[in-house]
């Protein structure tokens, strides 16, 4: 077994994976239409722990431009310790995003959530065998996100589109749910056009810290490319919204900086001229967007359903690293796939 066999073959088969995942999206379609939190509920909170808390976040940005109803975003800990700070007086839908489906702390969150019987719970993960998958009102489980890696790549993505297709059904837009069918072909053409792209960025020696831009829904996906540049390569890494970086972050930036943009369409040019401004501060920039950028999807998709495409090339880079300092990403270090409580 070669270090990071698994991760590699886990990043090139995430088109399959959205696809398997988007077939069984469609055939839980009337279940998932049924739920209508617009009208049964008052908010939407999301949650899970490290990569499925940054899941959460993006996800919860996206269902409340979609659909317009208060979402927010909550690392499991903080709902199970701090409920008060938490949950507000209305009905919540709560969404729980786990890939093991055994974290401890998602269960302790849910499990106080049904006690108290604050609202009804959803359940994302991958183990249809495991305790969350048992634990909901409805039980989303995509078999296609497994993965036998630590870090989360893979699952990640197959988890992430899942909450794409529900905020697209939940503003009751089949055209956005359609179209969400392409994604597994533009995925396999950023996977194939920049691997070698990505590969040189992630081997350059030159780099030694690395920062995520990332607004809107996009800024959770900024946080779990960081997350990966640090567990699997070890690397200095941080991610912020695109305006942020002025105040305070940029100091940071050094010739051996490489700030790289999940830039949007409709802030285009505010985010461009963020880059810009580390350009002229002497560090390297990679500008990732739909069109005019040096990493492209040419995808054609409304901005929303766009962002499942910024994280391929940001997993290629922290893998390419990884392997270029010797490390096996498969296993970082002091990494356990899945964190138990006793
Ligand atoms: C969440 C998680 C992983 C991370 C690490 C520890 O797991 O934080 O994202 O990579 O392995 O656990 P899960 O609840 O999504 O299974």
Known sequence: ??????????????????????????????????????SRFDQIIFTGCGSTYYLSMSAAALNQELTGLACRAFPASELWHYPLSSYTKGKTLLVAVSRSGETTETLRACEAFLDKGIGELLTLSCYGDKPLAKMGTFNIVLP????????????????????????????????????????PDDGSRMLKNYAGFSADLGADPGFDRFYWLGSGARYGLACELSLKMKEMSLTHSEPFHFMEFRHGPKSMVTPTSL??????????????????????LGGRTVDIAETGSDVRFESGLEEAL????????????????????????????????????S
């Open 1 to 38: 077994m070669e270090p990071g066999e698994y991760t590699n073959q886990e990043i090139h088969s995430q088109p399959e994976a959205w696809a398997a995942a988007l077939a069984l999206l469609n055939e839980m379609r009337t279940t998932i239409e049924g739920i209508q939190p617009a």
């Open 144 to 183: 296609s996100g497994q993965e036998r890696s630590v870090a989360q790549t893979r699952a990640f993505s197959t988890l992430y589109l899942a909450t794409v297709a529900l905020a697209c059904l939940w503003a009751g837009s089949n055209g956005s749910f359609s179209q969400l069918s392409q994604l």
């Open 259 to 280: 700030v790289i943009g999940l830039r949007s369409t409709s802030n285009g040019s505010q985010e461009s001229a963020v880059l810009r401004d580390v350009k002229d």
């Open 306 to 341: 766009q962002n499942i495409l910024f994280l391929p090339v940001g997993q290629m880079i922290a893998y390419a690293r990884s392997i270029s300092k010797g490390l096996n990403p498969d296993h970082p270090t002091n990494l356990d796939s899945v964190v138990r409580l």
